[in-house]
């Protein structure tokens, strides 16, 4: 947050008549330079936005997110509630999103307001030292090294190590006989963040690589327990850009290697960790970036309350439902008199985890949630398509939608129920303003 301190130190006063309303309601002391304002409270509410489908399709912004964004700074350009950006693309590092953001929405965003699909891999400092396989494309190792990784190999390397390998290409065959050029470390850990440009060689070579434990001089090893471990990032099967039906995602890469590695073992391919949304560690992460925002502006109050605007009922809403969930579960721990409201409002029957269980990595590395709830908005600009998904039983047709999300979260119809369903992010802010008692333009 150091960039965003630097840019907006000195700028508290509010000029015009709508930022004065807002500040009224969100703020009473500028936490940057301590000047005093005349203002009542301060935010109790952060904003976790979807990229593609709700600001964006592909490179086009979609019109109401520009509009929405004027509502959500001061005059000078300053955030009056806590806001992230929650994405799963993962092919770029946090501050080319950020400075694109900027870009689009006309008001300054910084890489502490962006999560990418692989920014919780950041948590996962027992990995950090070993060799690991990253897939994807961009800059794939810089983002690994940056995200704490110190012995990064990509598919590329390895091909260029092992040529025989890849074969499905026959232009891309080598010509002549050759030797391995063995020259990278034994691979000890498989990245995978985001869809890659080749998929056959990137699913051959992976699958060497768990096959054989990272020695991809020797055979494979069919009859073996285990496999090295694995950490996906992204899990979307499909994303909305400019063509009028949704484009394969990551999540559709991650269905070809799941079968793939069962019919040649007989046995379910196993993952260490999955980031990106609908994953709970993606909104612990995007909770403690909320949280820090309200530290860097000195609000006293915590924030109690997270909106989660997203296109897709399969990550945007089954995440942040399952957050929501979770947040619930912490406050029944705490109050055994509440387990049983919260199994029934959740239709859920299973044992409550133990709070060691479900904390022990969010106190060591985020500290625990200062949020109560999760609410989940469902816009009408992306991947959901609400002629083909909302008849008129709307709720016979969520339980009959053919589950997209990914193999590991089981299909619960609560948790792809969103809170509301808006036209665009511009309704979405409104609804908001309105709930929070807020005065929009």
């Known amino acids: ?134 897939s994807g494309q961009g800059p794939v190792l810089e983002i690994a090294q940056n995200m704490g990784f110190k012995n990064v190999v990509s598919i590329d390397m390895l091909r260029e190590s092992y040529p025989l390998l890849d074969m499905v290409d026959h232009n891309r065959r080598p010509k002549l ?24 060689t990137n699913l051959q070579l992976i699958i060497d690589v768990l096959l054989t434990n990272g020695n991809l001089s020797s055979a494979h090893q069919n009859q073996a327990g285990s496999h090295l471990p694995l950490l996906a990032c992204n899990m979307d099967l499909m994303w909305m850009a400019e063509a009028n039906s949704p484009r394969f995602g990551h999540g559709t890469f991650l269905v070809c290697l799941e079968n793939i590695y069962k019919k040649i073992t007989g046995r379910d391919l196993k993952y260490e960790a999955l980031m990106g949304k609908p994953s709970e560690l993606t909104y612990h992460f995007a909770e403690y970036l909320i949280r820090s925002q309200a530290m860097q502006r000195q609000w006293k109050h915590p924030i109690t309350s997270l909106y989660a605007i997203g296109d897709n009922l399969m990550t945007d809403i089954y995440g942040a439902n399952l957050y929501n969930r979770y947040l619930e579960e912490r406050i029944a721990r705490k109050n055994p008199k509440a387990v049983a409201k919260v199994a029934a409002a959740t239709g859920s029957a299973a044992t409550l985890p133990g709070e060691e269980e479900m904390d022990s990595l969010w106190e060591s590395e985020l500290a625990l949630p200062s949020a109560t709830s999760c609410k989940s908005i469902l816009v009408c600009t992306g991947v959901y398509n609400p002629n083909a998904e909302v ?42 303003f309105e709930q929070e008692k807020l005065a929009p333009q």
């Open 1 to 134: 947050m150091r960039g965003l301190l630097s840019f907006y130190r000195g700028t508290c006063t509010l000029s015009n008549r709508r930022a004065r309303r807002v500040a009224g309601a969100v703020g009473s002391r500028c936490g940057l330079c301590g000047t005093q304002s005349a203002t009542k409270a301060q935010p109790r509410f952060g904003l976790l936005f979807d990229i593609d489908g709700v600001l964006v399709r592909g490179r086009m912004p979609i019109p109401a997110a520009k509009k929405a964004f004027e509502k959500l700074v001061d005059s000078q350009g300053q955030f009056v509630v806590p806001v992230v950006f929650v994405t799963n693309a993962g092919n770029c590092l946090r501050q080319t999103k950020a400075d694109q953001l900027s870009h689009i929405l006309g008001v300054p965003i910084t890489q502490d307001q962006v999560i990418m699909s692989h920014s919780p891999l950041r948590m996962l400092r027992k990995f950090h030292d070993k060799c690991v396989l990253v």
């Open 391 to 432: 008849p008129s039983d709307a709720k016979r047709c969520i339980k009959e939608t053919v589950f997209h999300g990914h193999r590991d979260f089981r299909f619960d119809p609560a948790l792809v129920a969103p809170g509301h369903i808006v036209q665009d992010v511009g309704e979405a802010v409104e609804l908001i």
């Open 177 to 200: 006989p050759t030797n391995p050029v063995i020259n990278l470390p034994k691979v000890e850990v498989v990245i995978l963040f985001g869809e890659p440009i080749r998929w056959e």
